[in-house]
């Protein structure tokens, strides 16, 4: 078969609106009946109405006694007149049957007198006082629902009042999901370098679930032409849309594309977004048939983008609408000209303001999807957007929630992480949003107003003091607390056993040894410049120094990978990544934060887990961590 080597690069909407053209005439909603009791989440199909009344019989509304409102005229304090029991008056419980003849209800606390000739009352009663009438409730013949209703509990309980025992459903969309790859193995399976677990397929699976559709997955199938022919046309046999995983794309092994304009027809392969660009749209046997890119990120975009809108256009439904936010945006979003991008970001209150913080950009990186809590989209014919610049973002989380989460802007730490999990298990729905910028960054986002606090260890090579004076610097006049987090030992990271028998900074600057740095403006990156210089090395004479990570993690990978043979971070960071380390020094860790927020509940409730055992006994689990003054303000 010939390969096709340049990508299509139509608009998205285009692209879909291609295939919709084509195929939605063909592909049409169809319906069932399904008992009410099993009916939640269901789409009516039809407009649906009330086969009896309700309630079906005059009922009382009260507890009391039937009477007929007649027997009462006249009736006053100065008159009372004593009605005949069983006669004149019949006792009824809330929701008896009001007895033949009768026409109204007295409420027990209304009897004057009770005795066992009647009951005696004081006032008149006018007809169908606490009567419900027939059909108070529902009519027959009533609309109950509309057609394209998503049924709640509350429905069910009308239908069921109403005498609706099966209810009219689109029959549930049918989605297979073939996994396609060499590499790919079940979640369950052992891994050997190069085998990556299927993940996708679940996700893809749950998303068709929460739209309302049922998802089929196939068995792994192999890049194997035959193979992947077979398996797509028992696919289209039996499902109403067809979505292939991997392959998309350019490689040896990509043979999506080349099968749907084999067994149907290629609409699209590429599309203008970032990620997920390669995603193949087409038809096979009159199904809709979408090649989802492999990576998890660009799947689970892609899946949004063209597989939503089949799986609601088969139950008659069009998209939803996210609820979007106006944000400022924390950091300079860079992204290139011709493609929509889709960046993940945190989102947080601060002030006034919405404030959001772009994450990881890789289409690997599934935790920006489960960190973020939404979606900013760049448009195609723009390069990014400035920082400050407000600009809609596309929600993923109830803004409840994120009323509740603190924005902590500036060095990483590994703490932070666990800080929000313990604030989340007090019951908080927020917990701490943060960003990975270096310190010297965060201070300055505390100077613009676009976080609650700044992670800082920034060493002032005069003083040799941490922090204070640099608070003074950057943010002259501002009352900002220092509540000090931990003190956390700096090491190099090395592979296990230190194979190039790394001791000293000196050691950087043998022949072969290649460093791994942090960015300019984190307190690592300080620490590292002050004790290079301290001790007169030369930073030009180390291989390596310009390159550069954001995070302690980052280092310890590039290490664990073998892209690097040593870089300057954390103990917690190569202890979790099982590395060995040489320990360079102690360093004080803090949070900045600006006076006026200290007093707002969920900062309060951030300090008082700082100071709780509990958190500073996780915080030692960790490793390479001391909590002497954890929880302290300090000058
Ligand atoms: N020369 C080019 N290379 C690539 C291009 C390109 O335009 N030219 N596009 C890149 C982009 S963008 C994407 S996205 C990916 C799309 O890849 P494929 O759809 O062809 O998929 P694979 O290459 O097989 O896999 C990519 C990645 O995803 C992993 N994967 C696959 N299936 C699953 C699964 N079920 N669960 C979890 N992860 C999965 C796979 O192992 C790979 O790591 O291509 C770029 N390359
Ligand atoms: O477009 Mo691909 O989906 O970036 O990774």
Known sequence: MERQIYLENRAWQEGLALMMDKLAERCVPKNEFVDVRSALHRITGTIIRAKRSSPHFAASAMDGYAIRARDTHGISEREPRWLELGVQAIQVDTGDPIPEGMDAVVMIEEVLELSERGILLQSPVVPWNHVR??????????????????????????????GVLEVEVRVKPRVGIMPTGDEIRPPEAA??????????????????????????????????????????????????????????????????????QKFGTLYSHGVAIKPGKPVVLGEVQGKPAIGIPGYPVSAYLTAHLFLEPWVKHLQGLSRDSQASLDTVISKKVFSSLGSEEFVRVKVGRVGERWVAAPLSRGAGVTMSLVRADGILRVPRLQEGFHEGETVPV???????????????????????????SHMKARGGQGGIASAHVGSLAGILSLRKGEAHCAGIHLLDPETGEYNRSYLQRFLPGREVALLNLVYRTQVLIVPKGNPLNIKTLEDLVKPGVRFINRQGGSGTRVLLDYLLQKQGINQGEILGYDREEFTHLAIAVAVASGAADVGLGIQSAAEALGLDYVLVGEERYDLAIPREYLDEPRMKAMISVVQSKAFQEDVLALGGYDVRETGKFLV
Do not use: F
């Open 191 to 260: 891994l050997q370098v190069g085998d990556i677990v299927d993940s996708n397929s679940t996700v893809l699976a749950s998303l068709v679930e929460e739209w309302g559709g049922t998802a089929t997955v196939s068995p792994i199938i192999p890049d194997q032409p035959k193979l992947l022919e077979e398996a797509i046309l028992k696919m289209a046999a039996s499902e109403d849309i067809l979505i292939i995983i991997a392959g998309s794309s350019q490689g040896r092994d990509d043979y999506t594309a080349q099968m749907v």
């Open 394 to 420: 596309e929600l993923l989380r109830p803004v409840s929630e994120l009323e509740d989460t603190l924005v902590c802007i500036g060095s990483h730490d590994l703490t932070l992480d666990v800080l929000s």
């Open 133 to 162: 009438p027939v059909g108070e409730d529902i009519v027959e013949g009533e609309v109950l629902l509309p057609i394209h209703h998503r049924i709640r509990p509350q429905d069910q309980g009308a239908l069921l009042a109403a």
